[in-house]
């Protein structure tokens, strides 16, 4: 479609909706990290399965600019309806983690069942299904990769192991042991040349990826919940259950600065795509955005009535996602922290959320066992 219509159409639907109030959804599930640390922890999480009935459109286009306000527009934007595919009956407990391939062609899922899952959006069907975790796997990250053609998968896990995965080969690559407690979350850095892993022992380890030693153990001062690179790769982002949220230099592994503001322990972080802004959530269901060069506060969220489980960016950094253990999912502006949907689609907390690296599209994962695909209809 080219320029001139979308703009025709934006412009349409503002104008349309400045007089139409629409109701909002109630919305969808998150992913709830867990505070135990012994390896029957996973039996304690819901169990689950996901479908491949469906197929995921590809949108990769930028809102057209135009002379209306843009919160007002992204609002107006994400009131309309959307079309949810549901993948069942893969996982037989609780899924924990999603990811997108960097194509967006394929989705990668794990769970309390301790298997990691491929699945090819377009063909409808389970591609690979790995094996090799002996507890349940927390988190997953696909390798950047700006071609789209790479297929390298990390993944963290209870039984305290990081693992690389060689999709395209369907191989086990290489196996990292140091944790000494369950692996709460894997990052690669924006270039893919580093690893990190954050773990309940409280320590952040940054991982060679040819020699599968540890180059740097930062210590932290209680158990990490999660990590997060800075776009440009130069800073790592760490929560813990002592409702911090601490920024690392990578090359020198010394402290930049500490964010505190939360009151409880911080369970998602994510960073904006500019890098500006880093947000977190914490297990009250609150959310607050920072700015990251300066370290304020620049919004407090009340979110979610249950903790914030999962965080994520659009690839344009316009729409952040959080999911909850209260069901539901929502979506933010970041701009000024006003509330665009509340979705409600799964039947138990969410554990998951993450947005394609093309378009709108956006994945979440449930205790009910199910991945479902999210995306506007047009």
Request: glycine content about 8%; charged content about 20%; hydrophobic content about 35%.
């Given at each position: 479609?080219?320029?001139?219509?979308?703009?025709?159409?934006?412009?349409?639907?503002?104008?349309?909706?400045?007089?139409?109030?629409?109701?909002?959804?109630?919305?969808?599930?998150?992913?709830?990290?867990?505070?135990?640390?012994?390896?029957?922890?996973?039996?304690?999480?819901?169990?689950?399965?996901?479908?491949?009935?469906?197929?995921?459109?590809?949108?990769?286009?930028?809102?057209?600019?135009?002379?209306?306000?843009?919160?007002?527009?992204?609002?107006?934007?994400?009131?309309?309806?959307?079309?949810?595919?549901?993948?069942?009956?893969?996982?037989?407990?609780?899924?924990?983690?999603?990811?997108?391939?960097?194509n967006s062609q394929m989705i990668a899922s794990s769970g309390g069942d301790r298997t990691i899952k491929i699945?090819?959006?377009?063909?409808?069907?389970?591609?690979?299904?790995?094996?090799?975790?002996?507890?349940?796997?927390?988190?997953?990250?696909?390798?950047?990769?700006?071609?789209?053609?790479?297929?390298?998968?990390?993944?963290?896990?209870?039984?305290?192991?990081?693992?690389?995965?060689?999709?395209?080969?369907?191989?086990?690559?290489?196996?990292?042991?140091?944790?000494?407690?369950?692996?709460?979350?894997?990052?690669?850095?924006?270039?893919?040349?580093?690893?990190?892993?954050?773990?309940?022992?409280?320590?952040?380890?940054?991982?060679?990826?040819?020699?599968?030693?540890?180059?740097?153990?930062?210590?932290?001062?209680?158990?990490?919940?999660?990590?997060?690179?800075?776009?440009?790769?130069?800073?790592?982002?760490?929560?813990?259950?002592?409702?911090?949220?601490?920024?690392?230099?990578?090359?020198?592994?010394?402290?930049?600065?500490?964010?505190?503001?939360?009151?409880?322990?911080?369970?998602?972080?994510?960073?904006?795509?500019?890098?500006?802004?880093?947000?977190?959530?914490?297990?009250?269901?609150?959310?607050?955005?920072?700015?990251?060069?300066?370290?304020?506060?620049?919004?407090?969220?009340?979110?979610?009535?249950?903790?914030?489980?999962?965080?994520?960016?659009?690839?344009?950094?316009?729409?952040?996602?959080?999911?909850?253990?209260?069901?539901?999912?929502?979506?933010?502006?970041?701009?000024?922290?006003?509330?665009?949907?509340?979705?409600?689609?799964?039947?138990?907390?969410?554990?998951?959320?993450?947005?394609?690296?093309?378009?709108?599209?956006?994945?979440?994962?449930?205790?009910?066992?199910?991945?479902?695909?999210?995306?506007?209809?047009?």
């Open positions: 479609m080219p320029p001139q219509s979308l703009v025709s159409i934006a412009i349409a639907i503002a104008c349309q909706l400045s007089v139409i109030s629409e109701g909002r959804e109630q919305g969808a599930g998150s992913r709830e990290l867990r505070e135990q640390r012994s390896r029957g922890a996973e039996e304690q999480r819901s169990r689950g399965k996901p479908t491949t009935n469906y197929q995921l459109p590809i949108t990769n286009y930028q809102l057209p600019t135009t002379n209306y306000q843009l919160p007002s527009l992204l609002t107006r934007l994400w009131q309309g309806k959307f079309q949810v595919d549901t993948i069942s009956g893969g996982h037989r407990r609780a899924v924990y983690s999603v990811a997108f391939s960097p699945w090819y959006l377009a063909g409808k069907r389970l591609l690979q299904t790995y094996i090799a975790h002996r507890d349940w796997v927390s988190s997953l990250v696909f390798m950047p990769d700006k071609t789209g053609q790479k297929t390298i998968l990390a993944s963290g896990s209870g039984d305290r192991t990081v693992k690389v995965w060689n999709l395209r080969h369907r191989r086990l690559i290489r196996t990292f042991v140091g944790h000494k407690d369950w692996v709460s979350s894997v990052a690669f850095s924006p270039n893919g040349k580093l690893l990190a892993s954050g773990s309940g022992d409280n320590t952040v380890r940054l991982w060679n990826l040819r020699t599968g030693k540890a180059l740097r153990v930062i210590n932290e001062g209680s158990g990490v919940t999660a990590i997060a690179f800075s776009p440009d790769g130069k800073t790592l982002a760490s929560s813990t259950f002592f409702n911090s949220v601490q920024l690392w230099d990578v090359e020198s592994g010394e402290l930049i600065r500490t964010f505190t503001g939360h009151k409880r322990p911080v369970y998602a972080i994510a960073f904006s795509p500019d890098g500006k802004t880093l947000a977190s959530g914490s297990n009250n269901g609150q959310i607050i955005l920072w700015r990251v060069e300066s370290g304020k506060l620049q919004e407090t969220l009340k979110a979610h009535k249950k903790e914030v489980t999962s965080l994520s960016f659009s690839a344009d950094g316009d729409t952040l996602a959080s999911a909850s253990g209260d069901k539901t999912i929502k979506l933010w502006n970041p701009a000024n922290g006003e509330l665009l949907r509340s979705l409600s689609d799964h039947s138990a907390g969410v554990t998951a959320v993450t947005f394609s690296p093309r378009g709108q599209t956006f994945a979440s994962g449930s205790k009910d066992r199910t991945i479902k695909i999210w995306r506007e209809e047009t």
